[in-house]
């Protein structure tokens, strides 16, 4: 003798018991879900045949499976381990099984919400404005844009640059309306716009204020940055925080259809500037003073200006003391950052060298971005191993005037060359196997908040200071706007 539940059999309007039926229905077993267990951060494929194609999610255990059919993984969890609820990962829709019937509830909006978050125009314009607490479904309460990222092995510098780069406004705002890159066409077989799909699928569980859990792990946009740097970038490797912005930004920048020179995207909108570069070949050192003077007068040796983009400025620190004596030994060196800002003066020469020449340089800059991004070079390699420059660079949090490094026909033109910062990227402990941490500016309540890896902590203006910066990220003010950071 078979028993089946009353609730598992149906009969369509042909009479005939047809386990495809897709008629919506009620589910009897909506309360078996379990949204503590839910987690979409994952990359979707099946937990056993791990393939991306038809993936559901199963809302009583969190895994995944593949297909729905009879035979189907999804299908054999279900009846093996009384699971009836799953959700199709791609087009969002509640199936229960076996019966296999498609389920229209109201109720289960929120699952959806969290496995693809949707911002409207209004709700993005009302970002900056917020100062409202979250509550995840857990019970911990958090700022939607100030969430801690899951440290997957070693990625830490990967995290700290994206939680710098999701507090960027217009970059932000921009990602978080997919209508505004999911038509951009790319060349067939292109791998770099999953960067994009990716980057924009992160923002949004950053800014999503109805999270399941406080905390986002960020493994999808990792794999897409280790394949399409060619596993230059890992999430089981320490990488430099600089070289992962420089590629990341340049990446997303061609991926959206922007070239070099003429085609922009967000990216450059938001973050190129661009500066003079002037350029003096210097005779060798070793030859005679006659010799040396008589070069000087040959087409080659005189100063060339090019004029060059820049996404990031990169500021030199003075080398640190190499011996200490007793008295020192605990002083650790400073310098104020208009000090290392000098190499943009125009009039300050720095001495470059190649394998076989030698090159004087100094900078001017001629257009400042609307956010500007300093990268204060701290690590140096030599032919044995990378050293770090622990010198702290004093520099205030607000109100940065940059006018004096514009070239004066530019300064007429550029209103405004005041800057405050918004994000610090901090190095902590030695070059290889130091640690990435970030101070964050939140707009809405003009507080400061410190994240590292899933941690996430509020911290006095005054504390920033006093850290090992190494990527900084100041926004530039309109003229409507006054100092909100109030430090």
């Known amino acids: 003798v078979i028993c089946v539940e009353p609730s598992r059999l149906f009969f369509p309007k042909n009479g005939r018991l047809d386990s495809e039926d897709q008629r919506s229905r009620h589910c009897p077993y909506l309360d078996t879900i379990n949204r503590s267990v839910l987690d979409f951060d994952f990359e979707k494929l099946c937990s056993i045949s791990l393939s991306h194609i038809n993936a559901y999610a199963c809302l009583v255990c969190g895994k995944y499976f593949q297909g729905r059919g009879l035979k189907s993984h999804a299908y054999i969890h279900s009846v093996q381990f009384s699971h009836h609820v799953f959700l199709n990962l791609h087009t969002l829709k509640f199936y229960c099984l076996p019966d296999n019937y498609e389920i229209i509830d109201s109720s289960l909006e929120d699952i959806t919400y969290v496995l693809k978050p949707t911002f409207t125009k209004q709700q993005i314009a009302n970002l900056e404005k917020q100062v409202k607490f979250s509550r995840a479904y857990d019970g911990t309460t958090y700022l939607p844009g100030i969430v801690g990222l899951n440290n997957i092995k070693a990625n830490d510098y990967a995290n700290a640059v994206l939680q710098a780069l999701s507090n960027v406004p217009p970059l932000r705002n921009y990602f978080l309306e997919e209508d505004n890159y999911k038509n951009i066409k790319r060349p067939p077989g292109d791998i770099m716009f999953l960067l994009v799909q990716r980057f924009g699928e992160l923002m949004r569980k950053l800014w999503n204020p109805r999270n399941f859990k406080a905390h986002v792990s960020p493994h999808e946009m990792l794999q897409a940055v280790v394949l399409c740097s060619k596993k230059t970038f890992q999430i089981t490797k320490q990488g430099d925080g600089v070289d992962f912005l420089s590629w990341f930004l340049n990446a997303l920048h061609s991926a959206l259809g922007g070239t070099k020179k003429k085609k922009k995207t967000i990216v450059t909108d938001v973050f190129q500037g661009s500066m003079r570069i002037f350029t003096k070949k210097l005779p060798h050192p070793d030859l005679p003073a006659e010799e040396k003077e008589q070069l000087l007068h040959n087409d080659e040796y005189q100063e060339t200006m090019v004029e060059s983009t820049f996404m990031y400025l990169t500021l030199d620190l003075p080398t640190a003391p190499l011996y200490k004596d007793e008295k020192e030994q605990l002083i650790i060196p400073q310098v104020p950052l208009f000090n290392i800002l000098a190499k943009f003066n125009g009039i300050t020469e720095k001495e470059y060298k190649t394998y076989k020449e030698n090159f004087l340089k100094r900078f001017q800059l001629t257009k400042l ?16 191993f990378v050293e770090k420059n622990p010198t702290i660079v004093n520099f205030p949090i607000t109100n940065v005037d940059l006018r004096e490094y514009l070239s004066e026909e530019v300064q007429a033109v550029h209103k405004n060359t005041t800057y405050d910062l918004i994000a610090n990227i901090v190095h902590d402990g030695k070059p290889s196997e130091g640690s990435y941490r970030i101070h964050v500016l939140h707009h809405g309540t003009g507080k400061w908040y410190e994240l590292q890896d899933l941690q996430v902590t509020d911290i006095l203006p005054q504390m920033i ?11 530039r003010r309109d003229n409507d706007e006054t100092n909100q950071q109030g430090a």
């Open 465 to 475: 200071t006093l850290s090992e910066a190494y990527i900084q990220i100041w926004k």
């Open 369 to 384: 971005p609307p956010y500007l991004i300093f990268c204060i070079k701290r690590f140096t390699k030599n032919n044995f």
